[in-house]
């Protein structure tokens, strides 16, 4: 017997270190394995696991770039798990569900830095803590009074930079066709350093959101609305250092593709993360692609388990699942605005004084309907 295994990829941009995002993002259709990448989000490849019994999730990372750095905790769900109270009901899912502990960063020396639970499963280091050049790191962590480390890894010399552009076309979509969509491109100058280098993408996306205006005696208008996600989730783009020839130097990637719809009447940004990793990092993010590639859907039974750098220290038969990163990070934007697309997207919010209330769509009428967003404008916002 088996449920959905879900592999999330944790991102981490500077935004959404001031948002409090929703615990529903990160609980999907099953088992949730948080990764990586820029702060509170989170994004799903679903593959099976055997049921049985639970099996704990350890994810996030920590890099270069002076941001608030996360871990999150969560358990698979095994066959005697009680009814998870849901409103007024008790309810029965497959879900993986928070997990409470302690986390600790740790590195050559013997230096020790808390992180602080700020919910359920979610654990926050601050920015104020500097990851520093050529030292090891390893996570401590404690569950139900059991121990768990990570590997020791260092953060990598070198990362890329990205020159990012977009292309709109329309045509076939992930087996739709007749759709419009948009391909976030990247010409990437490679590290000058031959070989021994290993780079993922990781992309995530914000957009403002029109709320309907309805008339009001002090013409008040809606408040503001972020909405924020991913527009690729299941795409790993990986770049494999070891097999680049000495004299190329640079490559080009496609590092996301999204249907356009009416996120795109406004400005709309794409957040890229070019994350250089550690060999033993980049083989588990290859291990997960493949098996996402070559399974012919997501769903199919994997060949095998793909196991992460997380281990109990008193038991190694332990199976725990996950991935804490030490990366060198280089981020870059793009954005579009409603004159760059070049296909027509009905607005869904605009007022109409014979359109009933109940008509409105719930995400036209307060932000709070999206699993993420916020009224507060990022603070990057209009840095381009």
Known sequence: MSKQFAVIRQQYTGFRSNWSFSTAMW??????????????CVEK????????????????????????????????????????????????????RPVSGWVILVNEFG????????????YRLDSTVVI??????????????????????????????????????????????????????TKVTLPEQNK?????????????????????????????????????????????GDLIGD??????????????????LSRHYFNVRQVSISKSAYEYWRKVRELVNNSGSVFDSPPAPIYGNISNLDDEE?????????????QTRIYTTRADVPFFEPEVCTYSPTRPYDDYPK???RCSEFPSSSGETPHWWFDQ
Request: negative net charge.
């Open 27 to 40: 609980l999907s259709k099953g088992l949730l394995l948080l990764v990586i990448i820029l702060s509170a």
């Open 247 to 264: 004299s190329v130097s640079s490559s080009l990637q496609v590092v996301a593709e999204r249907v356009i719809d009416e996120s795109f």
């Open 318 to 330: 332990e199976v725990v699942l996950g991935y804490f990163e030490v990366a060198r990070v280089a």
């Open 45 to 96: 490849i679903d593959f099976p696991l055997n049921k049985g019994e639970s099996k704990l999730i350890v994810s996030g990372q920590i890099s270069n770039l002076n941001e608030d750095k996360y871990v999150f905790l969560s358990e698979t769900t095994s066959a005697d798990r009680k009814p998870l109270l849901s409103g007024q009901y008790y309810v029965m899912n497959d879900l993986p």
């Open 363 to 365: 995400t036209c009428l």
């Open 132 to 185: 520093e050049e050529g030292i090891y790191y390893h996570l401590e962590i404690t569950v139900s009074g059991a121990k768990y480390t990570s590997e020791p890894e260092k953060m990598p010399e070198v990362v890329g930079e990205d020159e990012l552009g977009y292309t709109f076309d329309r045509g076939v979509f992930k087996n739709n066709p007749e759709t419009s969509f948009i391909s976030i491109n």
């Open 111 to 122: 230096d020790k830095w808390d992180y602080q639970m700020e919910e359920p499963g979610k």
């Open 196 to 240: 021994g280098y290993y780079l993922r993408w990781d992309v995530d996306e914000a957009y403002y959101w029109d709320l309907t205006f309805f008339p009001n005696p002090f013409n008040q208008p809606p408040p503001d609305c972020y909405v924020f996600g991913f527009p690729d989730p299941e795409r790993i783009t990986l770049l494999n």
